[in-house]
């Protein structure tokens, strides 16, 4: 990839963007799991390799801790990153950054991918710039080594949207196979990612729709859903028999949105400035617009774009719950946004001055630094909290093998929604299993029932869930121990009597 690039002055620009984010990548991969959006995600995964090695690397059979006094398998993606990361834990021991890494790998098969994409789709100058906008989006250096699946989707993506060009372009079935296998991992991977089939469709359709009169195209889409639709049906037996899940199939979380989510400012404000700040990392925005300018003008040229745009936007919709404040869930609008910025700047170069062109790149490159670089920075410390500290506390008064109960300010149930208020952070951290308690199920019934099942321990992270002079209060003093107070640190352990 590198050779190939670094021909020309912007191509070692590039070339030397790429090479500085995947070290600075490889420096975050040591860090702590950071931001409070990704940590408990993060926890879940890693909590689900440490179960795989530990259990028998049995890939159907993915483990939670919060399962209570039963196995804690759990309906989930396809893990493939946790297994993965499992079979390396047997080798060198159990570390989270063997996870990160792994990820980082997949994120930088991403890279190579899009690169092989870009320099297909755009004009050289600007399939350059869109590689620089892709590799210093601060999105890319916040999940590209995050300990959680979306960079090893990314890049199952971006490998099927290089396949098909290379389809397009070739018609050799090998290419169309290849596309319908990277289809079907990236769908096994994150199910969302089913949304590359209606933007190469479009492509298609523009490309060479006499194609359509062939069977393969059929096969080839037919196949990509098989091993997708397998898994989730037996996911979702998983939680029909043990009750745990990520809401993947089932009712345990709705990410979906309606009109009336729509129409809320909250919708389109979070959306925007989520695409703004942590995918065109603020100066990309203009040079984007300048960009869809060029798409649409030769929307033929660019229909995979102009398709990639569209139906990321209607993704956003459907997922209106999360597109709006979870910047992972922008994950898929990277390469268009990229790609728009590419167009962008090759399109405004030749109208501006060589000395202000070369004033203006190393402008606009540190300017996409900037964003990035306050990511990693960001990433250094640990931002765990109260749960850090909950964690590290259960973990000195109780023993391996003890199960505990864990509340959460998370609600089952989010303005009438399902939501997943699991929160595995203390049970990941201090290596223990047991029960989550959504903050509107928390009561001294349930910490009854609880405790009649097995549990030893319950951990209050939030004062304000058990208020003094309250029933549960009340419950805990007549029926628990106190071992750590929430007026020292925010976290209360109780053993129960």
Same mark, same amino acid.
């Given at each position: 990839?590198?050779?190939?690039?670094?021909?020309?002055?912007?191509?070692?620009?590039?070339?030397?963007?790429?090479?500085?984010?995947?070290?600075?990548?490889?420096?975050?991969?040591?860090?702590?799991?950071? @931001?409070?959006?990704?940590? +408990?995600?993060?926890?879940?995964?890693?909590?689900?390799?440490?179960?795989?090695?530990?259990?028998?690397?049995?890939?159907? @059979?993915?483990?939670?801790?919060?399962?209570?006094?039963?196995?804690?398998?759990?309906?989930?993606?396809?893990?493939?990153?946790?297994?993965?990361?499992?079979?390396?834990?047997?080798?060198?021991?159990? =570390?989270? +950054?063997?996870? *990160?890494?792994?990820?980082?790998?997949?994120?930088?098969?991403?890279?190579?991918?899009?690169?092989?994409?870009?320099?297909?789709?755009? $004009?050289?100058? #600007?399939?350059?710039?869109?590689?620089?906008?892709?590799?210093?989006?601060?999105?890319?250096?916040?999940?590209?080594?995050?300990?959680?699946?979306?960079?090893?989707?990314?890049?199952?993506?971006?490998?099927?949207?290089?396949?098909? /060009?290379?389809?397009?372009?070739?018609? /050799?079935?090998?290419?169309?196979?290849?596309?319908?296998?990277?289809?079907?991992?990236?769908?096994?991977?994150?199910?969302?990612?089913?949304?590359?089939?209606?933007?190469?469709?479009?492509?298609?359709?523009?490309?060479? *729709?006499? /194609?359509?009169?062939?069977?393969?195209?059929?096969?080839?889409?037919?196949?990509?859903?098989?091993?997708?639709?397998? +898994?989730?049906? =037996?996911?979702?037996?998983? @939680?029909?028999?043990?009750?745990?899940?990520?809401?993947?199939?089932?009712?345990?979380?709705?990410?979906? &949105?309606?009109?009336?989510?729509?129409?809320?400012?909250?919708?389109?404000?979070?959306?925007?400035?989520?695409?703004?700040?942590?995918?065109?990392?603020?100066?990309?925005?203009?040079?984007?617009?300048?960009?869809?300018?060029?798409?649409?003008?030769?929307?033929?040229?660019?229909?995979?774009?102009?398709? &990639?745009?569209?139906?990321?936007?209607?993704?956003?919709?459907?997922?209106?719950?999360?597109?709006?404040?979870?910047?992972?869930? =922008?994950?898929?609008?990277?390469?268009?946004?990229?790609?728009?910025?590419?167009?962008?700047?090759?399109?405004?170069?030749?109208?501006?001055?060589?000395?202000?062109? /070369?004033?203006? #790149?190393?402008?606009?490159?540190?300017?996409?630094?900037?964003?990035?670089?306050?990511?990693?920075?960001?990433?250094?410390?640990?931002?765990?909290?109260?749960? &850090?500290? %909950?964690?590290?506390?259960?973990?000195?008064?109780?023993?391996?093998?003890?199960?505990?109960?864990?509340?959460?300010?998370?609600?089952?149930?989010?303005?009438?929604?399902?939501?997943?208020?699991?929160?595995?952070?203390?049970?990941?951290?201090?290596?223990?299993?047991?029960?989550?308690?959504?903050?509107?199920?928390?009561?001294?019934? !349930?910490?009854?029932?609880?405790?009649?099942?097995?549990? !030893?321990?319950?951990?209050?992270?939030?004062?304000?869930?058990?208020?003094?002079?309250?029933?549960?209060?009340?419950?805990?003093?007549?029926?628990?121990? $106190?071992?750590?107070?929430?007026?020292?640190?925010? %976290?209360?352990? +109780?053993?129960?009597?």
């Amino acid at each position: 990839m590198l050779q190939r690039l670094c021909r020309d002055p912007l191509g070692m620009l590039a070339g030397a963007v790429v090479l500085v984010v995947a070290v600075l990548s490889v420096v975050r991969a040591f860090g702590p799991m950071t @931001y409070s959006g990704d940590i +408990w995600r993060q926890a879940d995964t890693a909590s689900i390799a440490q179960n795989f090695a530990e259990n028998g690397m049995r890939l159907l @059979y993915p483990q939670i801790d919060w399962g209570g006094a039963g196995p804690g398998y759990v309906e989930t993606e396809f893990q493939l990153l946790t297994w993965l990361t499992a079979a390396f834990y047997l080798v060198f021991g159990e =570390h989270v +950054w063997i996870g *990160r890494l792994i990820s980082l790998a997949f994120a930088l098969v991403a890279v190579a991918a899009f690169w092989g994409l870009a320099r297909r789709l755009l $004009p050289p100058t #600007a399939a350059r710039w869109a590689l620089i906008a892709f590799a210093l989006s601060p999105l890319f250096m916040r999940y590209g080594s995050a300990f959680m699946p979306d960079a090893t989707a990314l890049a199952f993506f971006l490998l099927a949207m290089l396949w098909f /060009r290379r389809w397009l372009d070739e018609d /050799r079935v090998a290419w169309l196979a290849a596309t319908a296998v990277a289809v079907s991992l990236a769908a096994l991977v994150k199910p969302t990612s089913l949304i590359v089939g209606p933007i190469l469709l479009v492509w298609l359709l523009a490309a060479d *729709r006499a /194609r359509l009169r062939r069977p393969a195209p059929y096969v080839a889409g037919v196949a990509a859903l098989v091993a997708p639709a397998l +898994w989730l049906l =037996h996911a979702n037996s998983l @939680y029909r028999t043990y009750g745990n899940t990520f809401g993947v199939l089932s009712g345990g979380d709705d990410k979906f &949105g309606g009109v009336g989510q729509w129409l809320r400012p909250s919708f389109s404000i979070g959306n925007a400035y989520l695409e703004a700040v942590w995918v065109l990392g603020v100066v990309g925005v203009p040079l984007a617009v300048l960009g869809a300018v060029v798409v649409w003008r030769e929307r033929r040229r660019y229909a995979v774009v102009v398709a &990639g745009v569209v139906v990321v936007v209607g993704y956003f919709f459907a997922v209106a719950r999360y597109s709006q404040n979870s910047p992972q869930y =922008h994950i898929y609008a990277l390469p268009f946004a990229a790609l728009l910025v590419g167009l962008g700047v090759a399109a405004a170069a030749p109208r501006v001055p060589l000395l202000a062109r /070369r004033i203006a #790149a190393v402008v606009i490159v540190a300017a996409f630094a900037a964003g990035s670089l306050t990511v990693f920075v960001g990433s250094l410390s640990d931002t765990s909290g109260t749960l &850090g500290v %909950c964690a590290t506390e259960l973990d000195e008064v109780s023993a391996p093998g003890d199960l505990v109960v864990v509340d959460t300010t998370s609600n089952a149930l989010d303005n009438g929604v399902p939501n997943n208020w699991q929160e595995p952070v203390v049970f990941y951290r201090a290596d223990r299993r047991g029960w989550s308690v959504a903050a509107d199920q928390l009561d001294a019934a !349930r910490l009854a029932a609880d405790r009649q099942a097995g549990a !030893r321990f319950f951990v209050d992270v939030d004062p304000a869930l058990v208020p003094a002079g309250s029933p549960l209060a009340g419950w805990l003093t007549a029926n628990a121990t $106190p071992l750590r107070t929430s007026a020292a640190d925010g %976290c209360g352990i +109780w053993v129960f009597r």
